[in-house]
């Protein structure tokens, strides 16, 4: 995990990882940093845009969004709670 360009942001690198490994390790990630703070996550599985994104709504925290960068995808989620 290092810092991202907001303060406040750090990016998880999930590459090469295949589901749930990228949102499993998200979630361990957003336990640990404060409500308010957005994580990006790094992700090259297919699955792993639509995972967050679902496990945002069942958990209450907010997607912002997906974007391709490369070969990856770019996945920022805001910790709510």
């Given amino acids: 995990m290092t810092p991202g360009a907001d ?3 750090t990016t998880v690198d999930a590459r090469g990882l295949l589901c749930p490994l990228p949102l499993l390790r ?3 990630h957003l ?3 404060p ?3 957005t994580a990006v996550l ?3 599985d297919p699955a792993a845009a639509e995972d967050v994104r679902l496990w945002c709504l069942g958990q209450g925290q907010e997607w912002l969004g997906s974007e ?3 070969s990856a995808m770019r ?3 805001r910790r709510v709670r």
């Fill in 68 to 70: 391709e960068d490369g």
């Fill in 26 to 28: 998200l979630t361990a």
């Fill in 31 to 33: 336990e640990s940093v």
């Fill in 75 to 77: 996945i920022r989620v």
């Fill in 42 to 44: 790094l992700a090259d």
């Fill in 35 to 37: 409500p308010g703070a």
């Fill in 7 to 9: 303060s406040g942001e």
